[in-house]
């Protein structure tokens, strides 16, 4: 049974940074491309950042341009997404997903087949 858990979100302010975590068991991410997608109140939940199972990342540059970073710890089998210069605008659930193995990355969450419960993340101005 595969499980992604989210952990690292809070309050944060205008210009902090947060690191979030995303664990998987029952995957491997060396195998599994993996999207971070966000989700804010009345909004539909947006792409954010994705890592290829063989590590090229791509990014949804009009929202997080430059700011964001995603990485992957192999030996953790763990997914981060460091994000800097936060905005009130980046107020949102964040949430892992995952395709299955050896899919190409998507930026669209139809198309992956694992999520995680999702991890707040609240930008004061």
């Known amino acids: 049974q595969v499980q992604l858990v989210e952990s690292g979100g809070g309050l944060v302010q205008a210009g902090g940074s947060l690191r979030l975590s995303c664990a998987a068991s029952g995957l491997t991410f060396s195998s599994n491309a993996v999207g971070w997608f966000r989700q804010a109140p009345g909004k539909e939940r947006e792409f954010v950042a994705g890592l290829t199972w063989d590590d090229h990342s791509t990014y949804n540059w009009d929202s997080v341009r430059g700011r964001f970073t995603i990485s992957r710890d192999n030996a953790k089998n763990t997914v981060y997404l460091q994000m800097n210069s936060l905005k009130p605008e980046d107020t949102a659930v964040y949430y892992c997903?995952?395709?299955?193995?050896?899919?190409?990355?998507?930026?669209?969450?139809?198309?992956?087949?694992?999520w995680g419960q999702g991890t707040q993340v609240t930008v004061s101005s």
């Open positions: 997903a995952a395709r299955k193995p050896w899919l190409e990355l998507s930026r669209f969450q139809h198309e992956y087949h694992y």
